[in-house]
């Protein structure tokens, strides 16, 4: 059982950071991280760095949670080693999303990027 825990868990979120980094890769290049920018701005580096920073923050978090998975397993709590890990890459990594698109809408707030710009 031990053995599946310790499987289990870190390929599930390894799994689930891969197909989350996918989803907000194939977004079009002015909805970087889900937020709109104007096409001028679309290869900043503000968000050229919040989106590696939210790369990384996905590896950060899969470490974590697979540093979790192996305490959890140590101690004999297979059943929790089983889901919070899980559980917890999916906080982390809506977390780490969070964060890193407010870089880019601060850049966006402060540099006034859609002034001047048609909006439709």
Same mark, same amino acid.
């Given at each position: 059982?031990?053995?599946?825990?310790?499987?289990?868990?870190?390929?599930? !979120?390894?799994?689930?950071?891969?197909?989350?980094?996918?989803?907000?890769?194939?977004?079009?290049?002015?909805?970087?991280?889900?937020?709109?920018?104007?096409?001028?701005?679309?290869?900043?580096?503000?968000?050229?760095?919040?989106?590696?920073?939210?790369?990384?923050?996905?590896?950060?978090?899969?470490?974590? !949670?697979?540093?979790?998975?192996?305490?959890?397993?140590?101690?004999?709590?297979?059943?929790?080693?089983?889901?919070?890990?899980?559980?917890?890459?999916?906080?982390?990594?809506?977390?780490?999303?969070?964060?890193?698109?407010?870089?880019?809408?601060?850049?966006?707030?402060?540099?006034?990027?859609?002034?001047?710009?048609?909006?439709?």
């Amino acid at each position: 059982m031990i053995a599946f825990v310790l499987v289990f868990a870190p390929v599930f !979120t390894a799994l689930f950071g891969v197909l989350f980094a996918t989803i907000i890769a194939l977004r079009p290049p002015g909805l970087p991280l889900s937020v709109r920018v104007p096409q001028t701005h679309a290869n900043d580096a503000v968000i050229r760095a919040a989106i590696l920073r939210f790369r990384w923050g996905l590896v950060l978090a899969w470490v974590l !949670t697979a540093a979790v998975t192996v305490a959890l397993a140590v101690v004999d709590q297979t059943p929790l080693a089983t889901v919070v890990p899980v559980l917890l890459y999916a906080a982390l990594s809506i977390l780490v999303l969070v964060l890193s698109r407010r870089v880019i809408l601060r850049a966006k707030r402060t540099g006034n990027w859609f002034e001047g710009v048609p909006v439709r």
